[in-house]
């Protein structure tokens, strides 16, 4: 059975954000909360923590992993992005976007769409999961909870616990959370292109 922490979402207590990041780290896949609902994440280079979540939800192989960081210094490490997509995003983060950018070659290739070469980017609007990726250093892959036959991400840990309890190393509870789905923004061809409107508001980029 997983471990359960209580991490209070205005003020995380540094020592259990410790603890969790050393559960990434140590190959472990983990619950959090963002703000768009809960999420799976694991290390950006673990396989085989990527494998487990992808049997959890039942994805296949051209499913779209978002990579989720604390600020946008690391953008360029991951994804190509021009000076107009740049300023659009540093006026947006953090916010409940998740924004498609062509990869680069630093991001490992099963992480990306596998025809259009694709990653999805995104800035948490969430204490717990920006101190998480602070302590961790470098982002997380993510994907949100939605469990198969179901369209909307998880939004009570208890009932999370009741469902994949079993089949995570970490669950965080940070409340009761909304289930509102990321608005996604795609800038893989350029000009931004709004692909699913959700929590985030679109009229930045010509919604």
Do not use: W
Request: with cysteine; glycine share 8%; hydrophobic share 35%.
């Amino acid at each position: 059975m997983s471990q359960f922490f209580y991490i209070h979402p205005d003020n995380p207590q540094p020592r259990l954000i410790s603890q969790a990041a050393q559960v990434v780290r140590d190959g472990g896949v983990i619950v959090y909360p963002t703000d768009s609902g809960y999420a799976l994440g694991c290390q950006l280079e673990n396989k085989t923590a990527l494998e487990r979540i992808c049997q959890i939800r039942r994805l296949n192989d051209k499913h779209n992993f978002t990579l989720l960081c604390r600020d946008l210094s690391e953008l360029s490490v991951y994804a190509r992005v021009d000076n107009q997509a740049f300023r659009l995003l540093r006026n947006n983060t953090p916010g409940a976007y998740t924004f498609i950018f062509k990869g680069t070659k630093d991001v490992p290739r099963r992480l990306m769409n596998p025809k259009r070469k694709t990653i999805g980017i995104r800035v948490p609007n969430n204490e717990i999961a920006l101190a998480l990726l602070a302590e961790l250093g470098e982002p997380m892959m993510s994907t949100s909870l939605i469990l198969p036959n179901q369209e909307v991400a998880q939004s009570d840990p208890e009932d999370i616990r009741d469902e994949i309890g079993h089949a995570v190393d970490l669950i965080i509870h940070g409340g009761n959370l909304g289930e509102m789905p990321t608005t996604v923004i795609d800038f893989s061809e350029g000009d931004a292109e709004i692909v699913r409107v959700g929590a985030g508001d679109v009229s930045p980029f010509g919604g």
